[in-house]
């Protein structure tokens, strides 16, 4: 399915994404999960990959076995949000933490196992989650 990269697209793109997840009858304590990784993803091709152009958002949902997996495309410039070195300061008040890295450290802890992949003129970033 294809969506504007538009922070406007947001809600229609995470009701894809947990409409699929449900066909698909992942478990709705996973869902909640998902949705919180999927949604840190989104907003990070939305903000870096267009760079406030406007573009298009690709999103496969599928079942491999005990695998529910999403897949991000992008016809953005080349972004791996996976490639940040992060340091949460999580001994650091929260007023005085620098801004970013947050959300991926996050993304990196809910997720079973991301991926990411230039192809041609296309970002690739794939989200797997255990079924089991």
Not at 57 to 83: A, H, M, S, T
Not at 95 to 120: A, C, H, N, P, W
């Amino acid at each position: 399915m294809e969506f504007s990269a538009s922070l406007n697209s947001l809600s229609e793109i995470m009701d894809y994404i947990r409409e699929q997840a449900q066909v698909h009858e992942v478990p709705a304590s996973l869902i909640s999960k998902m949705e919180l990784a999927c949604e840190e993803a989104v907003v990070n091709i939305i903000s870096y990959a267009y760079r406030k152009k406007s573009g298009k958002l690709e999103v496969v949902c599928q079942k491999k076995g005990q695998r529910f997996e999403i897949i991000l495309r992008d016809y953005g410039i080349p972004f791996n949000p996976i490639d940040v070195t992060i340091n949460p300061q999580f001994d650091t008040p929260v007023l005085e933490r620098r801004v970013g890295g947050m959300g991926i450290f996050l993304l990196r802890k809910t997720i079973d196992e991301v991926s990411y992949q230039r192809e041609g003129k296309h970002n690739i970033l794939r989200l797997a989650f255990n079924l089991s």
